[in-house]
């Protein structure tokens, strides 16, 4: 008999409950008691559903506060030693110190990293290549390892009471290690895997002796090209963990095995879990060289996107493998359910059309029960509402597949009639650096912020009035209107040099762009975490994009109109459009990237000639979207960057085009960053303490760049002197003059409170700076 199970999922809830019960213990309306309270309700509730879904085990340890990871760092005893944790304070307290950092209740000393007792959050970076950020291990030659949290054990404990037949998960020790970071130069972080593996060998007997059959094991890394002594390590790693320990389910997803398949195969666990959607030619390769007396996982419904999972597309690849492995076979999500929302029960503003057409994390584990039916010889009705529920995916599947509303002929054409040079701006740079700093005369080390305000209760209050018809189309607009106007006001007061609107019409950086283009759908709770309680819920591309009308030109016009100071316009890139939705998968991304790229340049055309001289264009995701084999970079490289250029490259040489990037690493495509031909680059560099822009120095980055000063994650205000120290650094390795001085992000999820006293220690160190340069040496 087949089995079914899944490798992760959702943490927040059906109604994001956990979300709200972390920003309440955060506020401190609510303790530490009542928050793990909430977290024992959700477990138990998610259990149930993999139960009542028919599901073989439930897992247990892929419930999370903020972060996985962050799990796994308490877990292992690998805490930093730069947050003085004295031992006695509690776990979670701890925890959330790490995650989110810790104000400074004296000034900051100058040359001090984190002052007196601020501390900075750890980094936080993308999971692979999805829109989840982790927080990121600190590693150093000091770092100890040793079991220090019983939360997983207790976990498993819960599940085990409740009556769930349980399957543990953990992050394997590579993956773990290789997601870190090394905190001193010249020490490599691999160096610690002998003193971490005892840890893990203490986990994992502690597991078995809870009475745990299986772990699954995570080692997305297989998925990656490794060097040698990573690779090389696999094989002593598994010996040593499966000696005293449950059966192991290895674990990969994302990307293809490549080179590592017959590893893979060959590793002394019981199991192996591969990713058939991402990989499906591979699932041959992986029937033929693993051993017969191992568990094949196939990760067949996709885990990471919103269609419905067409069944015999899926059964004519289940059917060769089950035959030709003819050992254990269970069936999955291609990953964890964590980058899908909970369930379309509570999707009620979508049209049946289109909702016939997905699936979410709930749905899929229907899915799977549908697909093991099927293959064990139940499709006839054994099991209950199996026929029904196959003859229904099918007719979804060629409805989508038929449907007039997924292709237009007109944006077709467009992408037709593309020429060569199209996506270049008429000058190069130089040409242009010197047209925009007559135009705008700003002083050196020009500050700026992001693009986005503090979205206050009232902003909110007013969009979700306007949502509900309690609130006319002119109510809305002039209290939008009121909130750009206070924005102008207070930053013209900060003295910032280059404003910004402040978005407060704008629900989110996607999904508001999204509302205005045709081919895009959206949900009432397709809610999807990004970090710590940060969701998103992105729109679904299901079909051709064009950009009807233009979508920030009369709020971006509006905020112009109201100071003399350079207004920025404020768009999401096409790169970041697509990566922070769900896309459509009948076509290649890049067709659909291509489609968006030129909505956008519509947009800046029209903010140009209305007189807006400096225009943003997002890009953060431009990183993520890297596949995890570089084999496939350059492809993807070409198609990113030239859709960058086609939005930008329609203004003339006086508009200043700038882009942003955050929380990713960005030093192994320089190149093709400073292809993308922007104008001013702003990244996230503060939590890093300036070494993400040390890359950029040593390639000579040939454009202007904004690093930022101070992490928007974190509640912390950081002094003057702390950033005058990050920017010193920062004219270490790029040149003054072509500095800005910056934010990390934008600043929606602050208060104004703290927003507006960060930006007044900004402009101070800006203000500063400019001082320092103008002494003669």
């Not at 990656?224 to 290895?250: C, G, I, M, T």
């Not at 996982?297 to 059964?315: F, Q």
């Not at 196959?390 to 979804?396: D, E, F, I, P, Q």
Request: charged letters at 25%; a negative charge; aromatic letters at 8%.
């Amino acid at each position: 008999m087949t089995r079914i199970h899944t490798l992760g999922f959702p943490r927040m809830g059906a109604q994001r409950e956990l979300k709200f019960a972390l920003e309440q213990h955060w506020r401190g309306e609510i303790d530490r008691e009542a928050l793990e309270a909430a977290g024992r309700e959700l477990r138990r509730r998610h259990w149930q559903a993999q139960r009542d879904a028919g599901l073989d085990f439930v897992t247990v340890g892929d419930f999370a506060f903020y972060d996985h990871v962050a799990n796994h760092i308490q877990l292992l005893g690998c805490e930093p030693a730069r947050f003085d944790f004295k031992g006695d304070e509690p776990e979670l307290s701890r925890y959330f110190t790490m995650a989110r950092g810790v104000a400074a209740e004296v000034h900051d000393h100058p040359g001090c990293a984190h002052g007196e007792h601020g501390r900075f959050a750890l980094e936080m970076t993308k999971w692979f290549d999805t829109n989840y950020h982790y927080l990121v291990p600190e590693f150093s030659p000091h770092t100890r390892f040793g079991l220090a949290s019983v939360r997983l054990f207790d976990e498993v404990a819960e599940a085990q009471k409740a009556g769930h037949a349980v399957k543990a998960v953990l992050l394997g020790p590579l993956s773990f290690l290789w997601l870190g970071k090394e905190k001193r130069a010249g020490f490599d972080r691999f160096s610690l895997l002998e003193s971490l593996l005892p840890v893990y060998e203490q986990v994992l007997a502690r597991l078995k002796a809870q009475g745990v059959e299986w772990v699954q094991i995570d080692e997305p890394i297989l998925g990656l090209d490794l060097p040698e002594p990573w690779r090389h390590a696999f094989e002593r790693v598994y010996w040593q963990l499966a000696r005293n320990a449950p059966k192991l389910l290895l674990s990969t997803y994302f990307s293809p095995l490549a080179d590592n398949l017959r590893l893979a195969c060959q590793l002394p666990v019981a199991g192996l879990h591969v990713d058939a959607v991402r990989a499906p030619d591979e699932l041959t390769g992986v029937a033929d060289w693993l051993p017969v007396h191992k568990v094949l996982s196939v990760g067949i419904v996709d885990g990471r996107n919103i269609w419905r999972t067409d069944p015999d597309a899926a059964l004519a690849r289940l059917r060769p493998v089950a035959a030709k492995h003819r050992g254990e076979l269970w069936i999955a999500p291609s990953c964890s359910l964590l980058h899908v929302p909970f369930s379309l029960a509570a999707e009620k503003q979508l049209d049946a059309e289109l909702k016939s057409w997905l699936a979410f994390a709930v749905e899929k584990l229907g899915e799977l029960r549908v697909l093991r039916a099927v293959l064990d010889g139940e499709e006839e009705g054994e099991e209950e509402g199996v026929a029904e529920a196959l003859a229904s995916a099918r007719a979804a599947v060629a409805a989508r597949r038929a449907s007039p509303r997924v292709h237009r002929a007109e944006v077709a054409l467009r992408l037709a009639r593309r020429v060569a040079g199209d996506d270049r701006r008429a000058s190069p740079f130089a040409e242009r650096q010197a047209v925009q700093r007559v135009r705008f005369a700003l002083p050196p080390l020009p500050t700026t912020t992001i693009g986005s305000f503090p979205q206050t209760a009232q902003i909110r209050a007013a969009r979700a009035a306007f949502k509900r018809g309690e609130l006319d189309a002119a109510g809305y607009r002039e209290k939008m209107r009121a909130e750009i106007a206070l924005a102008v006001r207070k930053q013209e007061a900060l003295d910032i040099d280059v404003l910004v609107h402040g978005e407060a019409e704008r629900n989110d950086m996607v999904e508001y762009f999204g509302e205005q283009l045709d081919g895009f759908a959206f949900t009432a709770n397709g809610w999807v975490q990004s970090y710590g309680s940060r969701c998103v819920k992105p729109p679904i591309i299901f079909g051709d994009v064009a950009r009807p009308a233009p979508m920030t030109l009369e709020w971006t016009a509006y905020a112009q109109s109201l100071t003399p100071r350079p207004m920025k316009g404020m768009l999401t890139g096409p790169v970041t459009i697509l990566q922070w939705s769900f896309v459509r998968d009948d076509q290649p991304r890049s067709v659909t990237t291509e489609q968006i790229a030129w909505a956008i340049r519509d947009e800046v055309d029209d903010l140009e000639r209305a007189g807006i001289g400096i225009v943003q264009i997002d890009e953060p995701a431009i990183r993520e979207g890297l596949p995890l084999r570089r084999a496939g970079w350059k492809p993807y490289l070409e198609g990113a960057t030239r859709a960058f250029r086609i939005s930008a490259s329609g203004v003339g040489d006086r508009t200043q085009i700038h882009t942003h990037m955050c929380y990713s690493e960005f030093n192994d495509i320089l190149p093709e960053i400073a292809a993308m031909d922007a104008d001013v680059i702003t990244i996230e560099t503060s939590r890093s303490d300036m070494e993400l822009l040390r890359g950029f120095g040593d390639f000579e980055y040939p454009n202007e760049i904004g690093p930022g000063v101070y992490d928007i994650h974190s509640p912390r205000v950081p002094a003057v002197e702390e950033m005058v120290r990050l920017m010193r650094k920062a004219a270490a390795v790029v040149p003054p003059s072509k500095l800005w001085v910056n934010p990390d992000c934008g600043l929606k999820t602050r208060g104004w409170a703290e927003t507006e006293a960060a930006l007044v220690n900004m402009v101070a160190a800006a203000k500063l700076l400019r001082q320092e340069l103008a002494q003669p040496s």
